[in-house]
């Protein structure tokens, strides 16, 4: 952000102030105060060669695509963003940018399983191996650096769905010790609630369908870092490649990002009194809330997040029908996969979003359920949810 949006005193201006205005100066054409959609393939030369503001093609560069991604650099500490058309694509792009076949990467033991998919089933054939360690080890990660020499360690923290806490700024300690780059998928926290590029990640990742655009009308991903050299590699393979978000999709993106800070709040002040309900409940077995001062990452993640998310995942005494039991009995939770957006949603991880980690290191306990808690008043949803419990006794 330049010029007319600076606070003036020289202070940098704040998150919610970079949210609203980072990338979005009022078009210098016609004064337009949002950021229009450019729909459009192409873009007029003035000779071979002579291009307008560098824009020639928009899977190259799209002036919506470029706001999008100015802002989300500036909301992550970064230099460079670039937006792709979902997260799977960004991952896909970033891995290919950063390694080659015969390399290995450590991958955290705990993940979304659509990763762990990328890794197993379609990155594994083209020659990457791949390692999973429980991340919130460091000591453990060192050891596997040790054994198995890797290009790349993916965090994901706090994971999806257990809500397992890395601590950021020691994993990226160990993987530079190593030689091997630090990538933080940093979908569930948001960079409202944690920056882990200043803690010493080297490049951000983010399924921008979830908090960033935050209202479950949107299929979008991201990359952000603050080296140009990875910035310019994965443009190339982007490019080359074409994984790219069309227009519409980047101002929809941009539209939501501008509300996140308030949204954050909302979501982590309902999450807390939902895992503070469910920890009281005789049907739940266990609560993973990382607010929660029992959760083991409890202490990392009051030193690396400013707040705890709007996630919640529990486990059922009464084991996987009844886990399933719950997710069909909610009114306000809609049985529905995704996250990060306005309205509540539940899911079974086993059966759902995490189906294709069974049998794997990252299987997920059957009994186990997933809460995007939203913006709803909380005490509807605290209701909803003890209604549903009332039914599995
Ligand atoms: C933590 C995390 N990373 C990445 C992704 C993939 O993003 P997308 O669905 O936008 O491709 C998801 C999707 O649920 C996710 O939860």
Redesign the pocket.
């Known amino acids: 952000m330049a010029g007319p949006n600076e606070p003036g005193t020289g202070r940098p201006p704040g998150f919610d102030t970079l949210a609203i205005h980072a990338g979005q100066d009022p078009d210098p054409l016609t004064g337009a105060v949002v950021p229009p959609i450019y729909q459009t393939s192409t873009f007029k030369q003035d000779g071979v060669g002579g291009l307008r503001g560098g824009f020639e093609y928009s899977r190259t560069a799209n002036p919506t695509r470029s706001a999008l991604e100015e802002c989300l650099a500036a909301l992550e500490g970064g230099t460079h963003a670039l937006a792709?058309?979902?997260?799977?694509?960004?991952?896909d792009c970033l891995i290919r940018t950063l390694c080659a076949p015969g390399e290995t990467v450590i991958i955290p033991d705990d993940?979304?399983?659509?990763?762990y998919r990328l890794f197993a089933a379609v990155l594994a054939r083209w020659g990457l191996r791949y390692v999973p360690v429980s991340l919130h080890d460091v000591a453990a990660v060192r050891r596997a650096l040790a054994e198995h020499p890797a290009r790349l360690v993916w965090a994901?923290t706090p994971?999806?769905p257990l809500l397992g806490i890395a601590d950021i700024a020691a994993l990226a300690g160990a993987a530079h010790d190593a030689g091997a780059r630090l990538v933080v998928?940093n979908?569930?926290a948001s960079p409202r609630l944690q920056r882990p590029l200043p803690l010493g990640a080297d490049v951000v990742?983010?399924?921008?369908?979830?908090y960033l655009g935050g209202h479950s009308d949107v299929?979008?991903?991201a990359l952000v870092t603050a080296d140009p050299g990875i910035a310019e590699r994965a443009a190339f393979l982007r490019n080359a490649t074409g994984g790219v978000p069309g227009p519409f999709d980047s101002w929809l993106t941009l539209r939501g990002v501008r509300t996140l800070g308030v949204r954050m709040d909302r979501h982590c002040a309902n999450a807390a009194r939902v895992a503070e309900m469910l920890r009281g409940h005789p049907a739940v077995a266990e609560v993973l809330y990382p607010g929660l001062p029992s959760h083991p990452g409890h202490a990392i993640a009051a030193k690396q997040m400013s707040a705890f998310g709007g996630m919640v995942s529990f486990r059922l005494r009464a084991g996987e029908d009844a886990a399933v039991a719950v997710c069909g009995r909610t009114r306000l939770f809609t049985l529905a996969?995704?996250?990060?957006g306005v309205e509540s949603l539940i899911e079974h991880p086993g059966r759902m979003?995490h189906a294709s980690a069974a049998g794997s290191p990252l299987e997920v306990p059957p009994d186990l359920v997933r809460l995007s808690v939203g913006l709803e008043d909380g005490d509807d949803l605290l209701d909803d949810l003890r209604e549903a419990l009332r039914a599995v006794g």
């Open positions: 792709f058309a979902s997260g799977m694509a960004a991952e993940a979304y399983g659509g990763t994901e994971t999806n998928d979908t569930f990742v983010h399924s921008t369908t979830k299929v979008g991903g996969e995704s996250l990060g979003t």
